[in-house]
């Protein structure tokens, strides 16, 4: 079978496929749309995309023919009266649904059940493969969220959803910002478990509280689950208890600085970044565009350049513009210029698929 | 009857019907009636035009017989007549 890899774009979702030794564009889908997110679901084959429309709100499309053709189904929306109150001051405003942030398959066993994060912070399910949804009301309770806010964003969000593979009712999701958060029994409860993070840019008295921590992007090793990758506002950390406790992981070149992260699906000690200059700035170390590979848990990194772009290079890769696909021998990476590359060989070497797409928001194996 | 008119840019995303293409003829004496009037007929508008709470998307614009809606806050307050014509369509911000 081709593989194939998702972009999800500012204007529009491209499939990209395997033809022998090259990846062509195969088709266009939601063309000029926003297409913030897709969700490739192994268990049954369907492709989901999730669309920002800038003027008509977020919508979700689902395909069960490999993109050929397209069915809306539903969002996940507030309930009448819930409020979002936030820990930056802001005034509390009703809490509407202003971007589908991540969206997870449930368990090889769960068909039909997916998981979605959202700015402004709720997290959502779906038993009907996103027929309807469901407000995950635990998380949404807890009294910590009041005190959670946005990074980039106006509002809080869940951008990153791990499903542990030993057990599904196992989760464990990332917050911008407001920490890590698990939960053991399918979200009927949760615990902020975040310790070990900090946030050198915070007030004093806030740099080490698990609430208000800033990951950036959090991802799991599918062979080793309690191995966690995170990419934070404030730098690398890692777990290798399943969350319960993040070490700081300070030597990534050219900076610990970054969005992106992913880690080999067999090797829990691998896992690559593509650093940018904190906090605003958000471009590469003195315009070098390059991929940071540790082999070893963090003691040790590699610099990688071969076949990205020569100085000045701009590209920034945002939080779910790395992947690698399920078996760890292809990684994709694409950029807010447009550039997208795969790497066979673990990120020694990059070639170009194109370098001239529209900004790339995700990049997701189908 | 009042009749609300959808801009392309918002029809595109609804299934065909004669509605869609030349207008929503429908009861109502408010604005927010002839749109839930609408909304009745065809579900899969409302998600375009309001969020989850029922109010007006902050980039979708209406105009009623030419003029812009100047309060969107409260669409109980704003009453139409039988020959009043509603265009719902994508404010110039936000896109």
Redesign the interface.
């Known amino acids: 079978m081709h593989r194939r890899l998702l972009l999800s774009t500012r204007k529009g979702l491209f499939v990209l496929r395997e033809n022998g030794a090259d990846w062509r564009i195969e088709s266009h889908a939601f063309v000029g749309d926003n297409v913030s997110l897709a969700l490739a679901d192994a268990r049954d084959g369907s492709w989901y995309a999730a669309l920002n429309?800038?003027?008509?709100?977020v919508?979700l499309q689902r395909s069960t023919d490999r993109g050929e053709s397209w069915q809306?189904i539903a969002?996940p929306?507030?309930p009448?009266g819930e409020m979002l109150a936030t820990g930056d001051g802001k005034p509390a405003v009703?809490a509407?649904?202003k971007l589908l942030w991540s969206l997870e398959a449930g368990g090889a066993d769960e068909p039909g059940r997916l998981w979605a994060g959202t700015i402004p912070g709720g997290l959502f399910r779906s038993d009907d493969s996103g027929a309807s949804w469901h407000l995950v009301d635990a998380l949404w309770n807890v009294p910590n969220r009041a005190k959670w806010f946005g990074g980039g964003y106006d509002q809080p969000g869940i951008h990153s959803i791990c499903v542990d593979p030993r057990d599904p009712r196992v989760l464990r999701i990332a917050v911008s910002c407001g920490g890590v958060w698990q939960s053991n029994d399918a979200g009927a409860s949760w615990n902020l478990c975040a310790t070990g993070m900090y946030a050198d840019y915070m007030p004093p008295e806030l740099r080490d509280d698990p609430n208000i921590q800033d990951p950036h992007r959090m991802v799991q090793c599918a062979s080793d689950p309690d191995t966690l990758w995170v990419q934070h506002h404030n730098g690398v950390f890692v777990s290798q208890d399943g969350a319960r406790s993040w070490r700081d992981v300070p030597n990534v070149p050219p900076s610990v600085f970054g969005f992106a992260v992913a880690v080999h699906p067999q090797d829990p000690d691998t896992a690559w970044f593509v650093p940018a200059v904190k906090d605003e700035c958000r471009i590469p170390v003195d315009a070098q565009f390059v991929v940071a590979r540790t082999r070893d848990g963090g003691r040790h990194f590699d610099t990688l350049r071969h076949g990205l772009p020569p100085q000045p290079a701009y590209d920034l890769v945002y939080r779910h513009g790395l992947a690698v696909n399920r078996d760890g021998s292809l990684l994709a990476m694409a950029s807010t210029t447009g550039g997208v590359w795969l790497s066979d060989d673990q990120g020694d070497h990059w070639r170009a698929v194109s370098l001239n797409l529209p900004p790339v928001y995700a990049v997701t194996f189908a | 009857m009042p009749k609300i008119v959808l801009a392309s840019?918002?029809a595109r995303?609804l299934p065909a019907s004669a509605d869609r293409d030349a207008g929503f003829l429908v009861d109502g004496l408010t604005l927010h009636d002839a749109l839930d009037a609408a909304f009745k007929r065809c579900p899969?508008l409302r998600?375009?035009?309001v969020?989850?709470?029922g109010?007006l998307?902050h980039?979708?614009a209406v105009f009623i017989n030419g003029n812009a809606l100047r309060d969107k806050s409260d669409l109980h307050a704003t009453t139409v007549a039988a020959d009043t014509e509603i265009y719902l369509l994508?404010?110039l911000s936000?896109?």
């Open positions: 429309l800038g003027h008509f709100g919508k809306e969002v929306t507030y009448p009703a509407t649904l | 840019a918002l995303w899969p998600g375009y035009v969020d989850e709470h109010a998307r980039h979708v994508q404010a936000g896109g």
